[in-house]
C-alpha cells in the first residue's frame, strides 16, 4: 500500500533539522572515541564526531550509543565476513548517529544555472547536452540533515595497530531536506526519505574501499515532485599493490534504481563507473568516471512535467582522490 505524509503537519522538516541540532548541543560535551597509539580498543561507549570530504557528497556526523557497549570492532580482510559482521543483530539499534550533509558538485551546477545564465549555455553541445549538467548530474538535493539508527562497527586488518578509525554502518536512516534540485534547478520541496542501508569505509596508506546497499522511500511535500521507492548500489575500491589493468581493482561504480510508489513504474535509472590510475610517486589518484542517467517524464507531474518523452543524460566526473 502506498505510504501517505497526510499526517504530517506544516513544516515537518523543519521540525526535523530542530530536533537534530539540538541533539547536536545536548551531546556537545562528549569527547572523542579514538583508538591508543598502540590499536588498543575503549573498554566503554563514547560519542564521537566522523566527517567525509568529497566534491559530490561532504558530511560531519555525531555517533551517540544507546548502551554502555563500547563499539566493536571487526578485525578482517574479508568484504564478506564484514558484510555477515554487520548484518548480523542490526534489528536492535545500539547506535544514533546525527548527521548534516552537502553536494558541492550539484550545489555548483543550481549556481551556475542561476547566477550565470550565459556562461550555462556555453556549456551546451548540440540541443540535447550540456557539459556542466553532465558534470554536475547525479543528486536530486543540494543538502540535508539525517538520524541513523542502528549498529556501527570499527573496521581494521587483522593485528594491524593505527591510530584513527573505519566504520561500517547498518541500519535505518531517516533524512530530511527543503529543496529538489530538477535539471540543475531548485524547486521549493520539504521531503524527507526512510531507508535500510549497509555501508563501510576502509582506508590505509595502500588501499582504499568504501560500499554501500540503500533501499528506501522518497516523500515529497511538494505534489508535482513524485514519491519513489528507491534501491541503490555503490563500490569504489583503491589498491596501489595492483597492476593497472587489473578490471575489478582501481574501479568505482553506482547504480541506482526509482519507482514510483504509485503503481510501480520505473521512472529513474542511473550507472555511473569509473577507473582509478594510481601513481606510485605521487600523493594523488586520477579518477575518471562516466555513465547514464535515464528519467521517465512521470518522474514529475503537474507543472514540473515539462517533457513528453524520456531523457537521457550523459555524465562526466573526472576527480582526484588524496
Not at 543540494?142 to 547498518?170: C, D, H, I, M, Q
Not at 590510475?277 to 605521487?282: A, I, R, S
Not at 512521470?298 to 562526466?316: H, M, N, P
Request: aromatic share 14%; proline share 5%; with cysteine.
Amino acid at each position: 500500500m502506498p505510504i501517505s505524509l497526510t499526517w504530517m503537519r506544516p513544516h515537518p522538516v523543519r521540525y526535523f533539522a530542530i530536533a537534530c541540532c539540538l541533539a547536536f548541543c545536548c551531546i556537545g560535551g562528549a569527547q572523542a572515541n579514538d583508538e591508543d597509539d598502540d590499536g588498543e580498543e575503549a573498554t566503554e561507549a563514547k560519542a564521537e564526531f566522523v566527517y567525509e570530504l568529497d566534491p559530490y557528497y561532504t558530511d560531519v556526523g555525531y555517533n551517540i550509543p544507546l548502551t554502555h557497549k563500547p563499539i566493536p570492532t571487526i578485525a578482517t580482510n574479508s568484504e564478506a565476513v564484514i558484510l555477515r559482521e554487520l548484518i548480523k543483530g542490526s534489528l536492535v539499534p545500539q547506535y544514533m548517529l546525527v548527521e548534516a550533509s552537502m553536494y558541492p558538485m550539484p550545489l555548483l551546477g543550481t549556481y551556475l544555472k542561476k547566477h550565470t545564465p550565459d556562461f550555462y549555455q556555453q556549456g551546451n553541445i548540440g540541443s540535447n547536452f550540456n557539459i556542466i549538467e553532465s558534470l554536475t548530474a547525479g543528486f536530486q538535493e543540494p543538502w540535508a540533515v539525517s538520524l541513523f539508527f542502528g549498529n556501527v562497527a570499527k573496521l581494521k586488518r587483522p593485528k594491524e595497530k593505527r591510530k584513527g578509525n573505519n566504520y561500517g554502518y547498518t541500519g535505518y536512516l531517516l533524512s530530511a531536506g527543503t529543496k529538489h534540485i530538477k535539471s540543475n534547478t531548485l524547486v521549493d520541496d520539504e521531503w524527507c526519505e526512510l531507508e535500510w542501508k549497509i555501508k563501510g569505509k576502509l582506508e590505509y596508506a595502500d588501499e582504499k574501499l568504501s560500499w554501500s546497499f540503500r533501499f528506501g522511500g522518497k516523500f515529497n511535500r511538494n505534489r508535482d515532485v513524485n514519491n519513489v521507492t528507491y534501491i541503490n548500489l555503490h563500490r569504489s575500491n583503491t589498491d596501489l599493490r595492483s597492476k593497472y589493468l587489473t578490471w575489478l581493482e582501481n574501479t568505482n561504480f553506482d547504480f541506482r534504481l526509482h519507482f514510483l510508489q504509485h503503481g510501480g513504474k520505473l521512472v529513474r535509472s542511473e550507472l555511473i563507473a569509473g577507473k582509478k590510475v594510481p601513481l606510485l610517486d605521487y600523493k594523488f589518484i586520477p579518477t575518471f568516471s562516466t555513465g547514464f542517467i535515464w528519467t521517465s517524464p512521470d518522474e514529475y507531474s503537474g507543472v514540473l512535467k515539462d517533457a513528453t518523452a524520456s531523457k537521457l543524460t550523459f555524465v562526466i566526473r573526472p576527480s582526484v582522490e588524496f
